[in-house]
């Protein structure tokens, strides 16, 4: 949409769109979509977190070919010229406010400042981002105890306030706790951040963690909210390669990924995933992050392919062409 005057013009992006979510699924214009996503960090060894408007293009020309067609924004608003940039690419968009498990322990979370605080940010992103179609999602918050009273306060106040004021959305979370969250009741999607064949477990151990969530949604009455996997990954030192299956290697990585990709197509109580990570971040000097990096981007922190960048890509295109077939 343009509008020209003789001293001026303005042209913006305009967008229609509705969002559901039912048992099977998110739809958009009712047309189920699945999610084939991937978390995005705004950050660049060179460029800090002041992202020029060509990175992002870039970054979204690496996340485009490699078959996504949603991005969540973790953990925190992104530049309006990114969202802008979604809504011209029709990419779907999970804003989020930060206010992230690690630093908050449930005493802090039930703290009358940090709850308004917190709602005060989540006015400011529905007044920056309401008319802007990609953003189909609202995340209230990432990993808090949600297992805890204060937890279950919070979730309560913004999600009463984000379906009441957010427009077309879905509001949600991503929850650390599967088997003791307390909070499902706030959400319209189960979003699950769980990192069996790293953190936990080898690669085999997620299809009984999935069949061990499916009885635990049954017992408590949400076999109608579809699941997304909203985090979920392995790290490899980018150029780390070797025939064995070893971890902190691209093969191990990429072999991960694959897995858990078809065991999450495979799943009908799955509608979705956001791989962590797009590119590798600059972390805390750890025992588990090698070079002061969360090594877990499917690109290095300069934008280069590791195999599960073209992993990732044969899956996610493959399971968009037969999508295509299907709606045939």
Same mark, same amino acid.
């Given at each position: ?5 003789? +001293? ?5 992006r ?9 048992p ?12 084939r #996503?991937?978390?995005?960090?705004? %950050?660049h060894p060179? *460029? ?8 992002m ?7 485009a ?8 924004? /973790? ?9 802008? !940039? ?13 206010? *992230?498990?690690? &630093? ?5 979370? #039930?703290r ?6 917190g709602?005060?940010?989540?006015? %400011? ?8 179609? /990609? ?15 204060? &937890?279950?306060a ?14 077309d ?6 929850s ?8 499902? $009741?706030?959400?319209d999607?189960?979003? !699950?951040?769980?990192? $069996? &064949? ?7 151990? *997620? ?10 949604r049954?017992? @408590?009455g949400?076999?109608? $909210?579809?699941v997304?996997?909203a985090?979920?990954g ?7 390669s ?13 072999? @991960?990924l /694959?897995?858990?990709l078809?065991?999450f197509r ?5 509608c979705?995933?956001y791989? *962590?990570?797009?590119a590798?971040?600059? /972390? ?12 877990? &981007? ?8 590791k ?5 990732? $890509?044969?899956?996610? +295109?493959?399971f ?9």
């Amino acid at each position: 949409m343009t509008l020209s005057t003789t +001293t001026d013009d303005l042209a913006d992006r305009i967008g229609f769109r509705k969002t559901e979510v039912r048992p099977d699924g998110i739809y958009i214009n009712g047309r189920r979509r699945e999610i084939r #996503g991937v978390n995005r960090h705004e %950050e660049h060894p060179e *460029w800090g977190f002041a992202f020029p408007a060509g990175l992002m293009r870039r970054d979204l020309d690496i996340i485009a070919d490699m078959g996504c067609n949603a991005i969540r924004g /973790s953990h925190y608003p992104n530049s309006r010229m990114f969202v802008d !940039l979604c809504d011209e690419r029709g990419l779907l968009f999970w804003s989020e406010i930060p206010i *992230w498990g690690c &630093g908050f322990e449930p005493e802090t979370l #039930g703290r009358e400042k940090v709850l308004n605080r917190g709602l005060q940010m989540h006015r %400011e992103a529905v007044r920056h981002y309401y008319n802007h179609p /990609s953003v189909i999602i609202w995340g209230m918050h990432n990993e808090i105890y949600s297992d805890s009273e204060q &937890g279950y306060a919070m979730s309560e106040l913004y999600y009463g306030f984000l379906k009441e004021n957010g427009g077309d959305r879905i509001v949600t979370y991503a929850s650390r706790l599967p088997m003791t969250d307390i909070c499902f $009741k706030f959400c319209d999607v189960i979003c !699950l951040n769980i990192y $069996k &064949g790293w953190y936990e477990g080898e690669p085999e151990s *997620w299809e009984g963690f999935l069949e061990e969530f499916r009885r635990h949604r049954h017992e @408590l009455g949400f076999d109608g $909210k579809p699941v997304i996997m909203a985090e979920f990954g392995a790290a490899a030192v980018y150029g780390y390669s070797t025939f064995d299956n070893v971890r902190w290697t691209e093969e191990y990585q990429a072999r @991960l990924l /694959s897995h858990c990709l078809e065991l999450f197509r495979s799943d009908p109580m799955i509608c979705g995933a956001y791989i *962590w990570q797009f590119a590798d971040i600059r /972390s805390q000097n750890q025992l588990n992050r090698a070079r002061g990096f969360n090594n877990k &981007g499917v690109v290095n922190e300069y934008r280069k392919p590791k195999l599960a960048y073209y992993a990732v $890509k044969e899956k996610y +295109t493959r399971f968009a062409l037969q999508d295509a077939e299907e709606r045939e």
